[in-house]
Antibody, heavy 118, light 107 residues
Framework: QLQLQESGPGLVKPSETLSLTCTVS??????????WGWIRQSPGKGLEWIGN???????SYNPSLKSRVTISVDTSKNRFSLKVSSVTAADTAVYYC??????????WGQGVLVTVSS | DIQMTQSPSSVSASVGDRVTITCRAS??????LAWYQQKPGKAPKLLIY???DLQSGVPSRFSGSGSGTDFTLTISSLQPEDFATYYC?????????FGQGTRLEIK
């Protein structure tokens, strides 16, 4: 059974960089059938797609965050990562890593709450 | 960006009721639509993909229909575990976008 697990600091200071890692178990991140991504949910709010990394290694980011976001993959460790620079309180959210297949996201991590505060 | 609009924003219903949630896309998305269920404190769960295909393990009381701009999620006979928030999501173009959610509450 495929599992995704987010890890990283739960508290980040304003203007600093948020860094999260998603470790994939029970399957290979290198499979050409799937892409991988990040989605966030601000407290009490809806879902916001942050970006994807494709099996080719290319990426696509939400324009609302594009200049601040980097998604990368480490196939040797079967994991992928998210960096969001110059964070503000508006970046406080639960961050989910996901597997993207076809029209939807079929596997989700449990989510990690990241709070931006000094 | 493609805007996804769900209605209603919230609905109250009883166990055994039939409930329908609608989702409208701001432009045609063919059948590139997914539905999710989210319970408090949990990650969303994929219910329906490609507008009408049931994800493995999802009960058959859930069904989806539609194409183009108008879509529906129907729960044929509500069970206690179905009370949650439901989201639609378009997957035809980036940025991927979600509806604002529909909260399904117990009457």
């Amino acid at each position: 059974q495929l599992q995704l697990q987010e890890s990283g600091p739960g508290l980040v200071k304003p203007s600093e960089t948020l860094s999260l890692t998603c470790t994939v178990s029970g399957g290979s991140i290198s499979s050409s059938s799937y892409n991988w991504g990040w989605i966030r949910q601000s407290p009490g709010k809806g879902l916001e797609w942050i970006g994807n990394i494709f099996h080719s290694g290319s990426t696509s980011y939400n324009p609302s965050l594009k200049s601040r976001v980097t998604i990368s993959v480490d196939t040797s460790k079967n994991r992928f990562s998210l960096k969001v620079s110059s964070v503000t309180a508006a970046d406080t959210a639960v961050y989910y890593c996901v597997r993207h297949y076809g029209s939807g996201f079929d596997y989700w991590g449990q989510g990690v709450l990241v709070t931006v505060s000094s | 960006d493609i805007q996804m609009t769900q209605s209603p924003s919230s609905v109250s219903a009883s166990v055994g009721d039939r409930v329908t949630i609608t989702c409208r896309a701001s432009q045609g998305i063919s059948r590139w639509l997914a539905w999710y269920q989210q319970k408090p404190g949990k990650a969303p769960k994929l219910l329906i993909y490609a507008a009408s295909d049931l994800q493995s393990g999802v009960p058959s009381r859930f069904s989806g229909s539609g194409s183009g701009t108008d879509f529906t999620l129907t729960i044929s006979s509500l069970q206690p575990e179905d009370f949650a928030t439901y989201y639609c999501q378009q997957g035809i173009s980036f940025p991927i976008t979600f509806g604002q959610g529909t909260r399904l509450e117990i009457k």
